[in-house]
């Protein structure tokens, strides 16, 4: 890392920040139907209910309520990071923390699905960006 020049650090970390917080923020809009309706093409869910269907699936120990907590808590969760992705703000802790939550839903996926379906969505990918983007402003501050 220490043969990147500063300028060229910095438009990585732009670029990882930015492609971070518009995947969460796309992940959401799709939950709300607004990439369109249920069963379109390059739509997952397309409405909420889907959704929770989907965090169900991969946690079948949780409770229905527990579902639905979870469901909306990761909702919520995926916008505040988007957004303080996009915008810059704190981004060590938001990294790390994007970071876990990817790694959280790849191992999620793979306990239930196989390790193919987080491999060709690649959500072990996008949690290993995290951590580097971690790594970059971490040592941005040293």
């Known amino acids: 890392m220490n043969t990147l020049k ?27 139907g607004l990439w369109g309706n249920p069963g379109e ?13 989907y965090v169900f699936y991969l946690n079948p120990f949780l409770s229905i309520v527990l579902v639905k907590i ?6 919520i969760l995926e916008v ?6 996009i915008l810059g703000f704190r981004l060590k802790a938001v990294a ?3 970071a876990t939550l990817l ?3 790849a191992l999620s996926m793979t ?14 990918s ?4 995290s951590f580097l983007l971690y790594l970059f402003i971490k040592a941005k501050e040293e």
Request: aromatic share 18%; proline share 1%; charged share 15%.
């Open 96 to 98: 790390l923390i994007s």
């Open 6 to 32: 500063i300028n060229e650090k910095k438009y990585i970390i732009i670029f990882v920040r930015l492609s971070l917080g518009i995947a969460f923020l796309s992940a959401v809009l799709d939950r709300f």
């Open 80 to 85: 505040a990071l988007g957004i303080m992705l």
């Open 70 to 75: 979870v469901a909306y808590f990761v909702t």
């Open 111 to 124: 306990f239930i699905m196989g390790i193919k379906v987080p491999l060709d969505y690649s959500v072990f």
């Open 41 to 53: 093409t390059n739509v997952a869910w397309g409405s909420f209910k889907l959704f929770e269907d």
């Open 103 to 105: 790694l959280i839903f």
């Open 126 to 129: 996008v949690s290993a960006a």
